[in-house]
C-alpha cells in the first residue's frame, strides 16, 4: 500500500479515512501505555522506527515475515550478546575494561552479525530490519528504557531484559504500522 494513492496512483487501495487521520488515532493509542503503565516503561519511540520500518519495506501484511525474524537476530547477535561478552571480559582489562572490552568484541559480534546477514532469505531482505535491532537495543539499553522490575542489580539481567524489551516494542511498532494500514479501510484498486 504505502503512499502510492496519496500520489493518486490508483492501482493502489485507496482509504476511506485519511492517511493524516489514521495516523494521529495511531498515535494516540500507542501512548496511552507509554503514561498508563508506570514503572513499566513503554518506549514508543521504539515502536515508531518500527511502524517506519514497516512503511519503508512496502506496508504490506507480508513484512512480518522480514521484520519478525531479522529484528531480533540484529538484538539477540549484534546488541546482547555482544554486550554480555564485553561485561564478562572488562574486569580482565583493567581500567577502561569495558570500553577495551565493547572495542575488543565488536570484531566478532558485529562481524557474525553481518555475516550472518546471508543466512536467510529475510536476513538479506530485512538488512533494515537487522541494524534497527542492534540500535534500537543499544538505545534502550544504554538509556534504561526497560521496565524497573527484577534484578536490575545483574548486569545480565539488564542486558537480557533490554533485548527482550525491545523486541517486543519492536513487534508492537509492526502491529501499529499494520493497524495504521488496516483503520484506513482501504477500498480495492478499481482494476481488480
Known amino acids: 500500500m504505502g503512499l502510492h494513492w496519496l ?3 490508483l492501482s493502489y487501495p485507496s482509504p476511506r479515512i485519511p492517511l493524516h487521520w489514521a495516523v494521529a ?3 494516540a493509542l500507542a501512548l496511552l501505555p507509554t503514561f498508563l503503565l508506570g514503572k513499566w516503561s513503554f518506549p514508543v519511540w521504539v515502536s515508531f522506527i518500527v511502524w517506519a520500518e514497516y512503511f519503508a519495506l512496502g506496508a504490506k501484511l507480508g513484512t512480518w515475515k522480514v521484520i519478525l525474524p531479522s529484528l531480533p537476530f540484529g538484538a539477540i547477535v549484534g546488541g546482547a550478546a555482544w554486550i554480555s561478552s564485553a561485561v564478562a571480559l572488562a574486569p580482565y582489562l583493567g581500567g577502561q575494561g ?3 572490552a565493547l572495542f575488543l568484541t565488536s570484531f566478532v559480534w558485529i562481524t557474525l552479525l553481518v555475516y550472518g546477514l546471508r543466512w536467510t532469505q529475510a536476513f538479506t531482505v530485512g538488512v ?3 541494524f534497527n535491532g542492534l540500535t534500537l537495543f543499544l538505545a ?3 538509556t534504561g528504557s526497560i521496565p524497573q522490575v527484577g534484578p536490575l542489580a545483574n548486569p545480565y539481567y539488564v542486558i537480557w531484559w533490554a ?3 525491545t523486541i517486543l516494542m519492536a513487534y508492537f511498532g509492526w502491529f501499529l504500522g499494520w493497524f495504521n494500514v488496516v483503520i484506513t ?3 480495492k484498486p478499481a482494476s481488480e
Open 7 to 9: 500520489k493518486g496512483d
Open 25 to 27: 488515532i495511531t498515535v
Open 98 to 100: 569495558l570500553l577495551w
Open 128 to 130: 533494515l530490519a537487522v
Open 140 to 142: 534502550v539499553y544504554f
Open 163 to 165: 533485548c527482550l524489551w
Open 185 to 187: 479501510f482501504p477500498r
